[in-house]
């Protein structure tokens, strides 16, 4: 069974915690006979006083009053008052202690199925293809997966054991009406049902006004996000007065659509008033006319109407739960909508553990739509150890090829092959494992720096680390901190410029030390001094990693075994620094450009050595 | 989904919920001033409320006598009518209080908020150095909603418990003072009670948030991280960190719900000791004829309706004071006060001149439109208390010149350029434009002829041509695509599916960084600036649309006033000044040629660009610091 059909619908989703429900409402039941004692006790007490019979008395207290009254002397009925207080007393605290128990129960049960929930997301948003995160909006995948998680949370912890408790009520308290005068009762529950449903017919009503109010705030809070995020760009271009206009608009609209609701709601509840207390009044003096007809006690009116105050409120609760329900299934939708996503297939991990590095792509063909392709029939073979460098205009699908290699996205034509071996038919798992990559805008998680370093491999020890830091030249960068290899990143912690982000991510791929090293644009912030550095390193590490380097700074590739210019998703030109250069063409412009800065350079130095003060 | 409980920002929410604030709320309270009728009618409506509340059980006990009293004799009519007033009256004064009390809430918060937002658009960027947005939303967000629905609830919630509260006492005083002292014995037990309790359960309801907000953000760093956990294959290692976290979520939870099924429980047992004690003494007396029947059922009645008042009242107290840190933490927004902020002097020019007839070559605040000059004397920078970022930095620069900056990063390079910009102020020295200290002129006439362009370009959500127009509000398309062409952006955006009107997504995550760069240029580009700032802003471009733009810079600056920050020196070579900024000073200053003499670090620099040399230099670099 697949995740989304354990959850599909509000019953599903409550498998293995239904026994906890069922003792839960069960407990709510007793703890609602128990707090009807009270009244009953108290019903019994003022017609035993009024009548001063005791006949009228409920024989629990009347018979243990008379032994008392045997064995203690005194009044019979102040004995039977003594008892019916302490009973009231009794009887509320035992209700009391099945309260807590229904409190109990509901907690764990609902907690456990928001658990449950709550890391099947988390495993699942690892699991999706990469493709699904192309057009998902970060912001409300996480809303989904906490404001709709907690909505849902809300339901299964109070709602499923109100809906519960009002059903019970209504079934015990009807009974219990006609059993004490059956005309009363039909008065008493006349309104009912149309409290009832006049809650069901305004709450379904005013759900697409909740909805038009959350979207409100939506709005308003992505404003305000991309405003403190590019706070710094508003005020390059002093725009903070369209800003503040701008934000206005939606925080005015927020407050709108929330005082309409909170509008509506106050005619809600003022009706719902009118009618809960009609109620009440038609009973009282129905009651007090059949009292003076004999034909009802005092007590009975009493125990009548405090009924009736006990049946309305969970009543007129309904309509809030049931729309409450109506939400919980909306934001197990918007979950199920997450979790019916496609996941990555599984495929067996080879038996050979690491890979040689042998790199092939044959007639690979790839869009992201595949209407539009943007790698065309690729062919390239690269041999274990070798340095390939890629370079390419922005859009020529350089960063695509590396997508495809690590099987983030399948291609749609042709084949990639590690080792011989075509990659559609291995565990991705240790495909990734066998690559070490530097993405070109480097995610580092909201850790330590040695967390981070280590990702790719836990166990690595210390001097590896520093190593691996010190070849990424981040190591004097990392000591200068101020808790050093400790230091927090990200926003609870120290900002890292560009250049020490993209240094720290290539430290984290090489203490990988995995067979494949790629590199999407990892120098670009990287100043010349610092990149001549990196190379170097590389230099000594060269054989060790099989190598793709996509840049555009002729330093950086211009050292490759082959270098690869990608035009429109085709190779327009392969082969070493020397042989493109005697070619015209894309790589021989670059080098053009850099060339007579060169030349400019030689010249200047040559031009400026008379003045030389070294 | 912006909580922060997690971020230690100085403000300690036990230490600050230990005592009941009154200055604090009392400030907070002033927003309520322009809602002071509907405050009113809040009130009243209320207060009408509770007393309806108590009537109830009056009438029952009425009709109850009456009938007891007089048998068929009775005239119900009277209490027939005050039943239907009553229902009619609370009908109104529950509709009454959700109005007034809903606009309230929604207004106070949204002024709060409005107020926030135009303070952060002032405050300087030293207060943004320290908040994360993360917690800056949170302010915004959720603090601003709990504070208007304390604001306008709590005053509801006040006013009715305590009316209930007397209301009942008097009534029951009146019917019978013995019984009533008997019964409102139990009141401030309950009331002691609710509050400790309340308290807990607020606490523990705390660590629930703060476990969530660990969820949430662990659920957005694996979305925004998870080609990298792919990629480094940590599925399962995240999970079992995850796991750790919902377990804890787990017991946070339950603890807090437990809590509360205990609470429940003992209020409802301590308020039937009241019950008891009403049916005991109440029914005794009855015996003895002391009270009608009719007062012993409203007493029972009463009794059931203090379990309500005194609730809310202990979760109102509980919630004031758990409430004081995000009331602390939302003042120190709305009333921080922006370090670099116009002067008295230049308000009042600004106010004067706007109701001059506009000049024009004159700016805002009345001062000569056009720059003509800048120059820093013996300018100093530091952030907070910290070691001096900038120290002595002399320079001029007149319109028509560019200057470049080189150096190492952390030499100071953007602060120079932000303190230029009076993004921050000099500590000491002063920053002249037209030789007059531009303390002395408007902050907003500097700014809005400013054209910057950084490394991390920012997109805004919206088109491309919305991103570029974001330099040019009124610009036409025909501007737009110029300022592309320019920039060496028209190419690629003609190339995407919908040209100009792609979407960009959020924080422009569908383009690439070289290509948020060339917008950004564009943007710049677009609002025709008079001191054009380019910080690293082709960094992540290839070396051949690099080229391209060069041209178009070159074309830019001339007229105007221009920093460059680059590393790649052929965008420096250009400039007719070149400072190199190496520990917040200025070591090196002059023409390429000046500084090619000088064969100092700039030569050094200078020479690594060069392919053949940096071959030829890379055993002596990599034994000195870059």
């Known amino acids: 069974m697949t995740t989304a059909t354990k959850n599909d619908n509000l019953w599903k989703i409550t498998a293995g915690q239904r026994a906890r429900y069922g003792w839960s409402i069960v407990a709510m039941a007793a703890a609602n006979l128990a707090m009807f004692g009270a009244p009953m006790i108290g019903k019994f007490a003022i017609d035993v006083v009024v009548a001063d019979d005791l006949g009228l008395g409920a024989a629990v207290f009347s018979i243990p009053a008379q032994w008392l009254v045997e064995g203690l002397g005194g009044n019979l009925l102040v004995w039977y008052l003594v008892l019916s207080a302490v009973g009231a007393v009794a009887v509320t605290a035992i209700g009391g202690i099945f309260l807590f128990l229904r409190g109990l129960g509901a907690a764990i049960a609902s907690e456990a199925i928001v658990r449950r929930l709550r890391e099947e997301l988390y495993r699942h948003l690892h699991a999706l293809q990469a493709k699904f995160y192309d057009d998902a909006d970060t912001g409300d995948l996480v809303q989904r997966c906490s404001s709709d998680v907690e909505t849902l949370r809300v339901f299964l912890s109070s709602d499923i054991v109100e809906v519960g408790r009002a059903i019970l009520l209504v079934l015990t308290v009807t009974p219990i009406l006609f059993w004490m005068d059956e005309r009363l009762a039909w008065l008493s529950i006349a309104l009912l049902p149309f409290i009832g449903i006049g809650a069901y017919a305004f709450f379904s009503k005013v759900k697409s006004l909740f909805q038009v109010t959350d979207e409100a705030e939506g709005e308003m809070t992505a404003v305000l996000q991309e405003n403190l995020t590019g706070i710094r760009v508003v005020r390059a271009f002093a725009r903070q007065e369209y800003e503040t206009t701008k934000f206005a608009v939606r925080n005015a609209k927020f407050r709108d659509h929330n005082n309409r609701l909170i509008r509506l709601m106050g005619v809600y509840w003022g009706t719902q008033d009118l009618f809960c207390n009609g109620q009440i009044g038609v009973v009282l003096f129905a009651g007090a006319l059949w009292i003076l007809d004999g034909t009802l006690t005092v007590g009975t009116l009493f125990a009548f109407m405090t009924y009736i105050g006990m049946i309305m409120w969970p009543i007129r609760q309904m309509g809030r739960v049931l729309t409450d329900s109506g939400k919980a299934v909306v934001a197990l939708g918007r979950m199920n909508d997450i979790l019916r996503q496609t996941e990555e297939s599984l495929e067996p991990t080879p038996r050979h553990g690491r890979a040689e590095g042998a790199i092939e792509f044959r007639d690979v ?7 539009r392709p943007v790698i065309r029939d690729f062919n390239l073979s690269i041999a274990p150890g070798e340095t390939v460098a890629i370079v390419g205009a922005p859009g020529a699908g350089k960063s695509s090829l590396i997508r495809l290699l690590l099987r983030l996205y399948p291609h749609q034509k042709g084949s990639i092959l590690l080792d011989g071996r075509d990659i559609a038919g291995v565990s991705r798992q240790w495909l990734r494992s066998q690559i070490g ?29 520093i190593a691996a830091a010190s070849d990424a030249a981040i190591h004097e960068s990392i ?41 999407d644009d990892s120098l670009s912030a990287v100043d010349t001094g610092t990149e001549a550095r990196i190379l170097s390193a590389f230099d000594a590490r060269r054989g060790r990693h ?25 190779i327009a030109q392969i082969g070493d620094h020397a042989t493109l250069i005697a070619a015209p063409g894309a790589y021989r412009r670059l080098c053009e450009i850099q060339g007579s800065l060169d030349e400019q350079i030689a010249n200047d130095v040559k031009r400026t050595r008379g003045g030389s003060h070294v | 989904m912006f909580d922060d409980a997690n971020y230690d920002d100085g403000f300690d929410e036990l230490a600050l919920a230990r005592r009941l604030r009154m200055g604090l709320w009392k400030k907070l309270f002033t927003y309520t001033k322009p809602y002071r009728k509907e405050l009113i009618i809040l009130a009243s409506c209320a207060a009408l409320t509770a007393l309806m509340d108590v009537a109830y059980p009056l009438i029952t006990r009425g009709v109850v006598d009456a009938v007891a009293a007089e048998g068929t004799q009775a005239q119900l009519w009277p209490y027939l009518l005050a039943y239907a007033a009553c229902t009619v009256t609370l009908s109104l004064s529950v509709g009454g209080f959700i109005w007034a009390g809903g606009k309230i809430r929604t207004h106070v918060s949204y002024d709060i908020r409005q107020e926030g937002f135009e303070n952060l658009q002032r405050l300087s960027f ?66 002691w009670v609710s509050a400790k309790f309340q308290k807990r359960i607020l606490g523990s309801a705390r660590e629930v948030r ?50 509360a099924a205990i609470y429940v429980p003992i209020v409802l047992t301590l308020a039937s000791l009241a019950t008891g004690l009403a049916l005991a003494v109440g029914g005794l007396d009855l015996l003895g004829g002391a009270i009608s029947v009719g007062t012993l059922v409203a007493f029972l009645a009463y009794t059931r309706h203090f379990f309500d008042p005194v609730e809310q009242l202990g979760r109102w107290f509980a919630e004031l004071q758990m409430a004081q840190a995000s009331a602390e933490r939302i003042m120190s927004l709305v009333q921080a006060v922006p370090e670099v902020r116009d002067s008295d002097d230049v308000i009042e020019a600004i106010a004067r001149n706007r109701d001059l007839p506009k000049r024009e070559n004159y700016a805002e605040d009345g001062g000569a439109a056009r720059i003509e000059s800048i120059e820093l004397k013996d300018v100093c920078f530091a952030y907070g208390n910290a070691t001096p970022v900038l120290r002595d930095i002399n320079f001029r620069v007149n319109a028509g010149e560019t200057i470049a900056l080189v150096g190492p990063t952390g030499g100071g390079k953007s602060t120079l350029v932000n303190v230029i910009c009076r993004f921050y102020e000099p500590t000491s020295g002063a920053v002249l434009i037209n030789d007059v200290d531009y303390r002395k002129r408007g902050l907003h006439w500097l700014q809005s002829n400013l054209g910057m362009v950084l490394q991390q370009a920012h997109a805004f959500s919206g088109t491309i041509a919305d991103n570029i127009r974001y330099g040019k509000l009124d610009a036409t398309q025909d501007e737009i695509v110029q300022a592309a062409t320019i920039a060496g952006a028209h190419a690629f955006i003609l190339e995407m599916e919908k040209g100009y009107d792609t979407q960009v997504g959020e924080s422009g995550s569908k383009l690439s960084a070289g290509q948020k760069q060339l917008v950004s240029f564009a943007r710049a580009i677009l609002a025709d600036p008079q001191i054009l700032v380019m910080d690293e802003a082709t960094s992540s471009v290839d070396t051949e649309t690099e080229a391209q733009i060069q041209q178009g810079l070159n074309a830019m600056l001339s007229g105007r006033i221009g920093f460059v920050i680059a590393h790649r020196l052929s965008t420096i070579r250009s400039a007719t000044r070149i400072l190199v900024v190496e520990g917040g000073r200025i070591t090196e200053s002059g023409t390429h040629t000046e500084l090619m003499t000088l064969r100092g670090h700039y030569f050094e620099l200078y020479r690594q660009q060069s392919l053949n040399q940096t071959t030829r230099a890379l055993g002596e670099l990599t034994l000195r610091p870059a």
């Open chain 1, 365 to 371: 063909t790839f869009g992201y739509d595949p209407a």
């Open chain 1, 437 to 465: 990559v530097v993405l070109q805008d480097p995610f580092l998680y909201s850790r330590s720096v040695a967390q981070n370093l280590n990702v790719g491999r836990p166990d690595a020890p210390r001097d590896h680390m």
């Open chain 1, 479 to 519: 000591e200068s901190l101020q808790n050093g290899y400790d230091a927090m990143v990200g926003e609870r912690g120290v900002t890292l410029s560009g250049g020490q982000r993209q240094r720290l991510a290539l430290a984290r791929a090489l203490l990988k030390d995995p067979p494949v090293l790629v590199l």
């Open chain 1, 546 to 570: 099989t190598t793709l380097i996509i840049a555009h700074r002729l330093s950086s590739v211009r050292n490759a075994d082959r270098i690869v210019v990608l035009d429109h998703g085709r």
């Open chain 2, 126 to 191: 030293s207060f943004y150095d320290f908040r994360p947005v993360g917690w800056l939303m949170a302010r915004m967000t959720s603090d601003c909603e709990r504070l208007s629905n304390i604001l306008a609830w709590g005053v509801l919630d006040f006013v009715w418990g305590v009316t209930v509260m007397t209301g009942i006492a008097i009534a029951m005083l009146i019917m019978n003072a013995k019984l009533a002292l008997l019964v409102l014995m139990i009141i401030p037990v309950l009331l």
């Open chain 2, 210 to 259: 703060r476990t969530n907000s660990r969820i949430t953000a662990s659920y957005n760093e694996s979305i925004m991280g998870v080609l990298t956990s792919k990629a480094f294959v940590r599925e399962a290692a995240n999970l079992d960190e995850f796991r750790n976290l919902t377990n804890g979520m787990y017991d946070a939870s339950v603890k807090n719900l437990t809590q």
